[in-house]
T-cell receptor, first 114, second 109 residues
């Protein structure tokens, strides 16, 4: 069974640029969620995709957007990067779409905005 | 608004010295409480899911319990490899996982 994978592992961007982060969900999972984790804090929910549709969103501006593909992999896009966007971005996959199912996390992508 | 508070922020233990971590929550429509372990620079690793008050789960030296307002993670006779940040999260009716800030546990040999 393949776990959740994310790419790239590290990324450095400058303010105002755009970035795309990628996630492959665990085998058999149809739901992907994205989280932002600042240093010393717990992860903050960005949004969730279930069967290619966004079905939940946290308090993040529209410049944070995403996609889920037919194979249930996913992308997180961030436009007009700001210094405060520097964080660990985590992807989590699960099966079910929104009940009490367990989410399994990938290793994360560390984004640094200069 | 949903709130999840973990205490203490940090815990330093001697090897073999048992202790407990607390996670208190104020949410509407709890659909599950989750414990994760996170090592520095890595993604959270799933430990337990609890769904109803009175439920308990165990794995090696860890035991998680749940009441209507809080959950405890008990660490029995910890070893240095148990050093990590332990995160508590709640799942509510609007699908998201709300995390606490975590408790960083350091176990000295």
């Amino acid at each position: 069974e393949t776990g959740v994978t994310q790419s790239p592992t590290h990324l450095i961007k400058t303010r105002g640029q755009q970035v795309t982060l990628r996630c492959s969900s665990q085998s058999g999972h149809n739901t992907v969620s994205w989280y932002q984790q600042a240093l010393g804090q717990g992860p903050q929910f960005i949004f969730q995709y279930y069967r290619e549709e966004e079905n939940g969103r946290g308090n993040f501006p529209p410049r944070f957007s995403g996609l889920q593909f037919p194979n249930y992999s996913s992308e997180l896009n961030v436009n007009a990067l700001e210094l405060d966007d520097s964080a660990l971005y985590l992807c989590a996959s699960s099966f079910g779409g929104g009940g009490g199912e367990t989410q399994y996390f990938g290793p994360g992508t560390r984004l640094l905005v200069l | 608004e949903d709130q999840v508070t973990q205490s203490p922020e940090a815990l330093r233990l001697q090897e073999g010295e048992s202790s407990s971590l607390n996670c208190s929550y104020t949410v509407s429509g709890l659909r599950g409480l989750f414990w994760y372990r996170q090592d520095p620079g890595k993604g959270p690793e799933f430990l337990f899911t609890l769904y109803s008050a009175g439920e308990e789960k165990e794995k090696e030296r860890l035991k998680a319990t749940l009441t209507k307002k809080e959950s405890f993670l008990h660490i029995t006779a910890p070893k240095p490899e148990d050093s990590a940040t332990y995160l508590c999260a709640v799942r509510t009716n609007d699908y998201k996982l709300s995390f606490g800030a975590g408790t960083t546990v350091t176990v000295r040999a």
